[in-house]
């Protein structure tokens, strides 16, 4: 039976470490992109195609390479007409981890065995549908708690409004934390994107916001409030780590590139741009430190690529792509400034370019320290990387470079509430990758180690290297 229940499962070992440990074990989301207002209302899906297509770009992504037009992915046809239109191409797409997904959700979910295709295809959305319109545990809570998902983090702006998270924090659910991701703090080089952005910091703080002093203390002011709601980590989006900011000797020129962004509404040049991020990205990093958070970078996507249909459809949208920048000299540098500042907090970096995956694990282990183990995390395989192949890729620079029992383990990055197959994949895989060898005779087949060795990974690790609060009882 295709993804039957030991597959990715080659070995004694590999079903023993799955079945009788991994499979167990609660979730903690840490890097979503999940909504928490539907989280707060208790979300019910009208239909397979809401669930699961309207917010996936992944699946976008695979349809337009399959031929599919337009109208059938983000135009007018209908709900059914587009679900439909993704059923057909399933048999052009078997490996790829959207059908891997796909599949895992019609069984965990809804208990549906059959192969997904244009002839299969409205039995299963009669069955599914039937199913989210009757049964009560098929709710966004619901969903929640039939994967078992203990902790997720949502990622959002500093001008957040954190009133949903400070209720969801008295609600019986999954406890939801948000992620402070200060992106559009950098976008001097789109002036007016930056001048709207600031405008809307200015209203949620409360203060003027006329210099770059200025943007400081009102980003500072939202660091506290998101550290108040539970948050304990940023989230940073880069094509590539900036660098060159020296703390105190940059004021005047900081100001004027602000000035020049927002009243002349002049964009940044590449170098300037580059310094004001690496100025924002210090000062985040200090305050990490200095509050006991994590830091994540998400290096190396060039986005929007697609210029018309950027234009047309907007960003994530399925447009993006792996960038081809030199990531291991900028990363090296910027992490090396933090460390001679005394500000290099708790840090997860997420590579996107295959190309230097070994340099950047090989170049984190510089910067351990005895504060935490694996203090400094080369992060689980992510977006264009986080299928079978990549994720194995990941996992073995970590036994080869670093140790593998401190990995935080994996995450969804992801805007659906099925999205935690994902989960399940990962921890197959790895306990796959493992079995295999101990029984090639690589790994000790010692059962208690074996099995602490999967329980941090895909659970303990997590729920003590991001420092919870304490009243969220993960720990």
Not at 27 to 38: A, E, R, V
Not at 115 to 122: G, H, P, V
Not at 181 to 204: H, N, S, Y
Not at 225 to 230: D, I, K, L, R, Y
Request: proline share 5%.
């Amino acid at each position: 039976m295709y993804l039957n229940q030991d597959v990715f499962l080659d070995t004694e070992s590999a079903r023993s470490l799955y079945h009788e440990v991994a499979a167990q074990l609660p979730i903690i989301d840490f890097h979503t992109h999940l909504p928490q207002q539907d989280i707060m209302d208790d979300h019910r899906f009208s239909d397979l195609w809401e669930l699961w297509l309207k917010h996936d770009h992944y699946k976008w992504r695979l349809m337009r390479g399959c031929g599919i037009d337009e109208k059938f992915i983000t135009g007018d046809a209908s709900p059914w007409e587009k679900f439909h239109a993704f059923a057909s191409i399933m048999p052009m797409s078997v490996g790829n981890p959207v059908h891997h997904w796909a599949h895992l959700e019609l069984q965990r979910v809804f208990g549906i065995q059959s192969i997904l295709s244009s002839d299969t295809a409205k039995d299963i959305w009669n069955n599914a549908n039937q199913q989210l319109s009757s049964d009560p545990s098929l709710s966004v809570r619901g969903l929640l708690e039939k994967f078992n998902v203990e902790l997720v983090c949502t990622t959002d702006d500093p001008t957040t409004d954190l009133s949903v998270h400070q209720q969801l924090a008295d609600e019986q659910t999954a406890v939801t934390l948000p992620t402070f991701r200060p992106d559009l703090a950098m976008a001097v080089d789109k002036p007016e994107v930056f001048t709207q952005w600031i405008l809307k910091l200015q209203t949620c703080t409360g203060q003027p916001i006329n210099d770059f002093p200025g943007l400081l203390a009102a980003l500072k002011s939202r660091h506290q409030a998101f550290h108040q709601v539970g948050c304990r980590l940023s989230d940073h989006g880069l094509p590539f780590c900036p660098n060159g900011y020296q703390p105190n000797t940059q004021d005047a020129q900081l100001n004027d590139i602000f000035t020049r962004a927002t009243c002349g509404r002049t964009a940044a040049t590449t170098t300037e741009q580059e310094l004001f991020a690496s100025a924002i990205m210090s000062h985040v990093a200090a305050w990490n430190t200095e509050q006991d958070w994590t830091m994540q970078l998400h290096l190396g996507p060039l986005r929007n690529v697609n210029t018309p249909m950027f234009e047309k459809i907007g960003p994530d949208s399925g447009f993006d792509t792996m960038g081809a920048w030199p990531q291991t000299q900028a990363l090296v540098d910027f992490l090396a400034a933090l460390k001679t500042q005394a500000a290099l907090p708790r840090t997860i970096v997420y590579n996107l370019n295959p190309d230097e995956s070994a340099a950047i694990c090989c170049a984190l282990q510089n910067f351990q320290d005895s504060s935490c183990p694996g203090k400094i995390q080369y992060g689980p395989a992510w977006w264009h990387l986080d299928h079978k192949r990549g994720i194995i890729e990941q996992l073995d620079l970590l036994m080869s470079l670093s140790a593998l029992g401190t990995s935080v383990g994996m995450l969804t990055d992801s805007r659906s509430f099925t999205s935690y197959v994902r989960h399940e994949y990962f921890r197959r895989l790895l306990c796959g990758m493992i079995g295999r060898a101990v029984e090639a005779g690589e790994i000790p087949n010692e059962t208690t180690h074996l099995n602490n060795l999967i329980t941090d990974i895909c659970y303990a690790n997590a729920a003590k290297y991001f420092r919870w609060p304490q009243d969220t009882n993960v720990s």
